[in-house]
């Protein structure tokens, strides 16, 4: 099945980006943070610390994540157990960054996105989709934005929700997690090599869309 990879840092919009361009091509989002925010939330429920091997391993023993989907939207499933609502929080957010550094957890989660993708077209995004997961991807983006392009779209996000929040200090906590993110030794973020570089910083949505479904085009998807 044909596949299409979006990987890049936290806030670089592929989430809204990757849903546009997976109903346009009739395809399923896969959103694979989703997938290590569900773990995340195992280690803090169980107050279970990543840098501790023997709790990763029992913790990757117990844990069971499976993906359905409701209306076109994943839904994400802890040991059964929807766990979708309480995903998208800093707190899980931040462990999902520090747990999912550790090869137990990769390996976890990697043959549920290969099996997502050999049986149905897909539209992924990660942080290794491109270099790791799914090498073989008919198109590979990497899709980015400044780091204070990013923090200004996330203030937004959340005073729109109504929460009072700081825009430097949410720019200090992006560009912390790229550190994260891109300094670990397993699977860190990087561009892969055949992979369509795209900085979003001054581009709108619709035109960022546009450009990936031209690449889609391109590669006959
Ligand atoms: O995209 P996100 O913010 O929901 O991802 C949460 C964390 O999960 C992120 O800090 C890094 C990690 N992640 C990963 O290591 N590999 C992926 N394919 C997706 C996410």
Not at 172 to 179: K, L, N, P, S, Y
């Amino acid at each position: 099945m044909a596949s299409v990879a979006i990987d890049g840092p936290a806030g670089a919009g592929k989430s809204t980006i990757a849903k546009l361009v997976a109903k346009e091509l009739n395809a399923i989002y896969v959103d694979t943070g989703a997938m290590y925010r569900a773990i995340a939330i195992y280690f803090l429920r169980n107050r279970l610390d990543p840098e501790i091997p023997e709790q990763v391993a029992e913790a990757c023993e117990q844990i069971e994540v499976t993906i359905t989907y409701e209306d076109g939207n994943q839904q994400v499933w802890l040991n059964g157990e929807n766990v979708t609502p309480f995903l998208r929080t800093e707190e899980v957010g931040d462990m999902a960054s520090r747990s999912s550094a550790k090869q137990a957890v990769r390996d976890k989660l990697l043959q549920l996105q290969r099996d997502l993708a050999s049986s149905h077209k897909v539209v992924m995004d990660g942080r290794d989709i491109g270099t790791h997961v799914l090498p073989e991807a008919e198109v590979k983006i990497y899709l980015t934005a400044s780091s204070a392009e990013r923090a200004r779209r996330r203030y937004e996000e959340l005073t729109a929700r109504g929460e009072i929040c700081d825009l430097a200090e949410i720019e200090q906590a992006i560009i912390e997690r790229d550190q994260q993110d891109m300094s670990r030794t397993i699977a860190p973020l990087k561009q892969a090599e055949d992979a369509c570089y795209l900085d979003s910083s001054d581009l709108t949505i619709p035109e960022v869309v546009a450009w990936i479904l031209e690449k889609c085009e391109e590669a006959a998807i």
